[in-house]
């Protein structure tokens, strides 16, 4: 049995479970007989390089304390985004920063080496297992997936999406409910986070098998946009009703490339002023108008989608808490240079097991929404798109409040 | 003891409580054994006048359905804008709309109208209170106050500014944990609604008395807004830390009276392309990128404000529903033409009592964030405007879910 330290990072965007996953791994890690220290990195390998590290065992040392971690939103530890050389760089700089960081890795006895990231953060663990067995180093370096993106590849799902789901899904239905007062014809839309693949913006009509309302069209970044399809979608929807209610993601393009946000093939392109000006769903919004002369709004659900820390899915932050454990007990018996999976069990009722598997197979892979999932109009999700969601909502996380507002954990 | 049937409207914009004060009325007409049917409006005063009415008894026969309804944010019956004509109006048409809407009134047997809306549905209320007397209609004519905005005359609060003062305290304590992952200097610009009266902006501030962090600024429109100013506020924040957070309502105002969402002092004035295009957190953004080059971005908070119904306050819907129940009571006893408000109890503790006054004090007036709740700096609000508003987000209304998503009660 390997005997050491530990040390865990958490690198990419903030999601409302990569807090949850950080528990997991403190309670494994506290939890194994081999493992003396659990350290935290500050802002992932970034921070490591400046030697800025915290003893989590002393921060997290009861259940109490681990709880709340479990319901913070956005990495504790603090993140980043440095994207390491290649493992075998003759650079003479990129060769100096390798023998720093495991420098500094020796210095604290870590053998067991954990980092909570997206697809960017797992070519470190990548590179950072191919450097170590390179130099001989025993140190089982293990990595587990979060993104709100739920876009990488190997895994059923990933940490943190079903909580943005939830947040999603709760938040359009009450928008709709919100736009359903009025009697004047109005058409909403809202933009949903997903540059290239549409899994959130899919979220936005699990309604549709729960409470029989969802929008009135989801159009995902996996087709192209048509926007004479679009206005001839929104005419279908007036003759049912009032209020037309889309959802649109944000990385929406045209056939040519073009996003959606850039500008549009209808009359108003010159409204736009300066690029940056218009998101998706503005451009749309200003289309709308001109195109119907009826009222037009869009709303970007932005950063809460990822930090809705009192909006967490049950299932989602558990699931999370069990993939952070199960890493270390993977490291411990004996893995290294892996990612952390889930695989969902076949049949009717939703389990899931976690796994390992090679972490080559997941750095740089983007997972689609698959076309069975896409309606045959590309103008909304399936059915089965929304059973596949389902399961990952289910369940409410019960966050502990303190005059009113959910109670966080933070690290100085 | 005036018997007859009740009926209850409600109008203006969508609130996260205004269904917890129908439930109210609904539940105070029910057990009034002076009351025989309890009708609805659908969309208001409007939807009154082409006869669209629903019997809510039947609708809401049980505790169980009407604990749905105190949960279900937007309008459940509907609302509409509609302006009345002044009741003493010569004029044949207007003439004509009250004899009609009094016919239909008599036609159901109403002796008790009850209107839930902001300062114009109490400017309809007052008006028609002016037309029953002058007419010698014998009905108790009623308004019970709702706004997100807390900006009504008489009263210490309304009902609903509770519940989206705790959407935005909290939704902002979760940015700010979002916003400090990266070590990246930032400028994170927070729009809250708000045109006229700052409660709502003032509200992201809360976290400061509960759990110690809080935008560094909060700008309200009580004050008029000077861009050297605030240029040399996040200069000085950039000196305790990188990731600056700043709340700003979208109804701010430069001393010349134009609004910062219609263009800036600044050099950028020409990037904005259309009016419609910016609004005062976009303009901002624009602005303190071209002054800082720094990383700048903008979240305009939007539709989830009023009708976030996943996380209500407690205290503001246990309120809502009671001064609902409140105004049934009153009306039994024989006011009209009056509105129901809160008044505050004099102590440390936060007791919360309901009375009646005149409905012609509260139409049409707005009440503002007061002198003393702003800091001399005019770029924050002073701890005893937070000690004012925490009362109010307090507890948490046990949400009822299914599958994952909360329940909502539906008027077809």
Chains 1, 2 share one sequence.
Not at 17 to 25: E, F, M, Q
Not at 232 to 258: C, M, Q, T, W, Y
Not at 378 to 388: F, G, I, L, Q
Request: aromatic share 8%.
């Amino acid at each position: 049995m390997l005997k050491g330290n530990a040390i865990v990072g958490q690198s990419g965007g903030p999601t409302a479970a990569i807090n949850a996953t950080l528990a997991g791994v403190i309670r494994g890690a506290l939890a194994a007989e081999c493992i003396g220290t659990v350290y935290g990195m500050r802002n992932g390998i970034e921070g490591l390089l400046e030697e800025r590290v915290v003893d989590l065992g002393k921060l997290f040392g009861s259940e109490d304390d681990l709880k709340i971690l479990e319901q913070t939103p956005a990495a504790a530890l603090g993140s980043c985004r440095k994207k390491l050389p290649k493992p075998d760089s003759e650079d003479g700089a990129d060769k100096e920063l390798y023998r720093r960081l495991f420098e500094i890795l020796e210095g604290l006895n870590i053998r067991y080496f954990f980092y909570i990231g997206g697809n960017d953060s797992m070519d470190t663990v990548a590179k950072l297992s191919v450097y170590a067995e390179k130099a001989g180093v025993e140190m089982r370096i293990v990595g587990v997936p979060k993104t709100i993106d739920n876009d990488l590849a190997l895994t059923d799902h990933t940490p943190g999406f079903g909580s943005a789901a939830k947040y999603i899904a709760t938040t359009m239905s009450e928008i709709i409910r919100d736009c359903s007062v009025y009697k004047v014809k109005a058409v909403t839309i809202v933009e949903i986070m997903g540059r290239d693949a549409g899994w959130l913006t899919a979220s936005s009509a699990i309604g549709r098998v729960v409470n029989g309302f969802s929008p009135d069209y989801v159009y995902l970044p996996e087709r192209s946009f048509d926007m004479e399809s679009f206005y001839s979608d929104i005419e279908k929807a007036f003759e049912k009703h009032p209020n037309v209610v889309v959802a649109v993601s944000e990385g929406l393009r045209f056939a040519d490339g073009r996003y959606v946000g850039e500008g549009t093939q209808s009359g108003v392109t010159d409204a736009f002023g300066h690029k940056y000006l218009a998101g998706t769903g503005k451009a749309l919004e200003m289309s709308v108008r001109e195109h119907f002369g009826c009222k037009a709004r869009s709303v970007e659900l932005n950063l809460p989608q990822r930090c809705a820390g009192h909006l967490i899915s049950l299932t989602d932050i558990e699931e999370s808490v069990k993939i952070g454990r199960s890493a270390v007990e993977a490291a411990v018996t004996g893995v290294s240079g892996v990612v952390m999976v889930f695989r969902r069990a076949e049949g009717e009722k939703y389990v899931c097991e976690i796994d390992s598997a090679s972490v080559r197979g997941i750095a740089n892979v983007t997972r689609y929404v698959p076309d069975e999932f896409i309606t045959e109009d590309n103008n909304n999700v399936t059915d089965s798109c929304c059973e596949y969601l389902l399961p990952l909502i289910k369940g409410e996380y019960p966050i502990k409040y303190r005059d009113g507002m959910p109670v966080h954990a933070i690290i100085e």
